[in-house]
């Protein structure tokens, strides 16, 4: 049984730097490429940042160059590096991959950034 689970957020005033982590069980997630997505109060629940298995990076712009996504292999974990937080950046944030043509999700972790 494939397993995502989000840890690390929290209440951070704006500026500040967060890191989110993604632990993976019944997946190598090395082979496949994995997604952080967030859901604020009032939006659907949005893609933007993509860590493919080659380890290529892409990010929406609306989090490009404060947000970094890496991962450990030999963790089985991946990452967001989040820095400079901004009011609007406050959402569940949620890792995803595909497996077998299934969308697998963890629970979220709540990012609240306020002062």
């Known amino acids: 049984q494939v397993q995502l689970v989000e840890s690390g957020g929290g209440l951070v005033q704006p500026g500040g730097s967060l890191r989110l982590s993604c632990a993976a069980s019944?997946?190598?997630?090395?082979?496949?490429?994995m997604h952080w997505y967030r859901q604020g109060p009032e939006n659907q629940r949005e893609l933007f940042a993509n860590i493919f298995s080659d380890g290529a990076t892409n990010y929406l712009d609306a989090v490009k160059g404060r947000f970094t996504v890496s991962r450990d292999n030999a963790k089985n974990t991946m990452y967001l590096q989040m820095n400079d937080l901004k009011p609007e950046d406050t959402a569940g944030y949620y890792c995803n991959t595909v497996y077998r043509t299934q969308s697998v999700w963890g629970q979220g972790t709540q990012v609240t950034v306020s002062s």
């Open positions: 019944g997946i190598n997630i090395s082979l496949y490429t």
